[in-house]
Each structure stands twice: as C-alpha cells, then as structure tokens.
C-alpha cells in the first residue's frame, strides 16, 4: 500500500475467508462474568468445529510488560496492543472504548530526581484477533473485535464480540437494530 493511503476495513460483519481467531480473555475473573467468557469461547470453537472459522485459539492477555529485561521472547500486551493499534489507524477504526491507555502516577518510593507516570494498559475481559491463517509472530492483523468504525453521517459504531460471532453464526449478515438494541457493548469489551 504506497505511503499515507489509508487502507479499507473488511466489512466487520464479514470474515476473511480463511479467519483464524485468538480469543483474548482475562486470566482472573469474577464468576459474574466467567459463564458469560466461556459462552463466547464455546461459540467461538463451535465455529470452528462447523467450518465457519478456519481456526480459533483461547490465550490469557499477556503481561502488560516484562518484568525481567531479556523475557521478550513472549509477546507483552503493550507490545500486542501496539500492533492492534497499528492496524486499527491503517483501517481508521478506533480500540476505544475496549482498549485504553491510561496514564497513572508511579510509586513515590521511586528512587528517581523526576517521578514520571507510569502507563496503564486497560483490556476489554475479552477480545478477538483475526488472522488471514494460522496466528504466528510473522502472521499481519487482519481484524480486532471490539472495534469501533466510521459511519457516514460522522457518527460511530462499537462492533462487539457478541454481534461479530452473531454475524458469522448467521452466514456474514450484519445483525439488525431490532437484535442490538438490548446489547450494548458488555462490561466484556470495555462498556461501562
């Protein structure tokens, strides 16, 4: 794509044709939302086991950041939100509400002539990664769920994980109002 373009999105409701998902979900959950999770992650290998997804995995979030210099052999979440967010600028889509950077004062026992802030990385609980074939470290983005998308009247729309999967569930069709009415986006994908 030469320099400055910005890049078209996929329709959000239709899937690349050999879509691969990482389902990202939060290691610690209170039982209020862990029967919903695993809701979304049994639709998620269903799909999978029916044909309409080539593929899915189920991962914790990584680390917000490593601990230890030199443990970069694993992917951090600073460093896998950097590359949601590469793609989502590319797409002119937005990772917020879902996906926020937070800025929070460091420590004042830090043994530093200028205490700086520190950043915060907030996840929704859960969140889907679309690949174009099996996930890799080389592997491109080619979708992030939630998202949230232009409009023509210069309104948005979020596309949560719940409409995504309903979507595919039901061969690509976007879902109608009269089914995303009642559901918001979730307090799983950063809805307040």
Do not use: Q
């Not at 950097?82 to 879902?98: K, N, Q, T, V």
């Not at 996840?123 to 990664?129: I, S, Y």
């Not at 080389?138 to 979507?167: K, M, Q, S, Y």
């Amino acid at each position: 794509m030469p320099a400055g373009e910005t890049a078209t999105a996929e329709t959000a409701f239709d899937p690349p044709a050999e879509c691969h998902v990482v389902c990202y979900v939060r290691s610690h959950l209170p039982g209020s939302i862990a029967g919903t999770v695993e809701t979304v992650t049994d639709r998620l290998r269903r799909l999978s086991e029916e044909g309409r997804l080539a593929g899915c995995r189920i991962d914790h979030w990584p680390p917000e950041r490593h601990a230890v210099a030199g443990a970069a052999e694993r992917t951090s979440r600073d460093d896998l939100l950097r590359e949601f967010e590469r793609w989502a600028e590319r797409h002119g889509c937005s990772l917020e509400p879902g996906f926020r950077r937070e800025s929070r004062p460091t420590s004042r026992f830090v043994v530093d002539s200028k205490p700086a802030a520190d950043e915060r990385i907030r996840v929704p609980v859960v969140a889907l990664a679309l690949y174009d074939g099996p996930p890799s470290e080389a592997a491109d983005v080619r979708g992030v769920i939630p998202r949230t998308e232009p409009r023509d009247a210069g309104d948005e729309r979020t596309i949560t994980v719940d409409e995504w999967l309903a979507a595919v569930e039901t061969g690509g069709r976007e879902p109608t109002v009269e089914t995303t009415i009642g559901s918001p986006m979730s307090s799983l994908e950063g809805g307040r």
